[in-house]
T-cell receptor
Framework: DAGVTQSPTHLIKTRGQQVTLRCSPKSGHDTVSWYQQALGQGPQFIFQYYEEEERQRGNFPDRFSGHQFPNYSSELNVNALLLGDSALYLC????????????FGAGSRLTVL | GQQLNQSPQSMFIQEGEDVSMNCTSSSIFNTWLWYKQDPGEGPVLLIALYKAGELTSNGRLTAQFGITRKDSFLNISASIPSDVGIYFCAGQLGYGGSQGNLIFGKGTKLSVKP
């Protein structure tokens, strides 16, 4: 039973570029949440998708957007990259939008130069 | 963004020692969770607490949901080398879909004593 899979695992971008990160949830899960984890910090909630709609959003600018597909997989898009966007981006899946038992993926490490 | 106050930030352990860490918040939480993150991996859930005063064990791990609902602690008994890693507390403010996101602490890094 595959857990949460994320791609790519590592990527390097330059300031001003755009990036798309992808996530496949654990089998049986229908909700995807995205978190940003800066070096030495705990994960920070970006947003959550359920039934192909953004249900909740953390304190992140509109440069951060997402999408959920009918198969429950999800994408995180970040436009106009800043140096401060360098972080590990974690995808977590769950069953139901209010669930607190999340299964995390290993993350996508983004470096912005 | 809002984060929980987690302490200590780091600690060194010797095999066999007991370990304690805690988390406090200015906000009341309805759920407390403890996660462990190994290098190159995402956080893995260790223990979930749903009621004030609740004490829950998972093997050598024991966690408690503070009676004020503003704090929680995690104890590890008889530590072993594979306990090394970063431990995060996380809280959830509400129930249901309206407040499902988690707020994480900054983590407690467990290392082996040189």
């Amino acid at each position: 039973d595959a857990g949460v899979t994320q791609s790519p695992t590592h990527l390097i971008k330059t300031r001003g570029q755009q990036v798309t990160l992808r996530c496949s949830p654990k089998s049986g899960h229908d909700t995807v949440s995205w978190y940003q984890q800066a070096l030495g910090q705990g994960p920070q909630f970006i947003f959550q998708y359920y039934e192909e709609e953004e249900r909740q959003r953390g304190n992140f600018p509109d440069r951060f957007s997402g999408h959920q597909f009918p198969n429950y997989s999800s994408e995180l898009n970040v436009n106009a990259l800043l140096l401060g966007d360098s972080a590990l981006y974690l995808c977590a899946s769950s069953l139901g939008a209010g669930a607190n038992v999340l299964t995390f993926g290993a993350g996508s490490r983004l470096t912005v130069l | 963004g809002q984060q929980l106050n987690q302490s200590p930030q780091s600690m060194f352990i010797q095999e066999g020692e007991d370990v304690s860490m805690n988390c406090t918040s200015s906000s009341i939480f309805n759920t407390w969770l403890w996660y462990k993150q190994d290098p190159g991996e995402g956080p893995v859930l260790l223990i979930a607490l749903y009621k004030a005063g609740e004490l829950t064990s998972n093997g050598r791990l024991t966690a408690q949901f503070g009676i004020t609902r503003k704090d929680s602690f995690l104890n590890i008994s008889a530590s072993i080398p594979s306990d090394v890693g970063i431990y995060f507390c996380a809280g959830q403010l509400g129930y249901g879909g309206s407040q499902g996101n988690l707020i994480f602490g900054k983590g407690t890094k467990l290392s082996v004593k040189p």
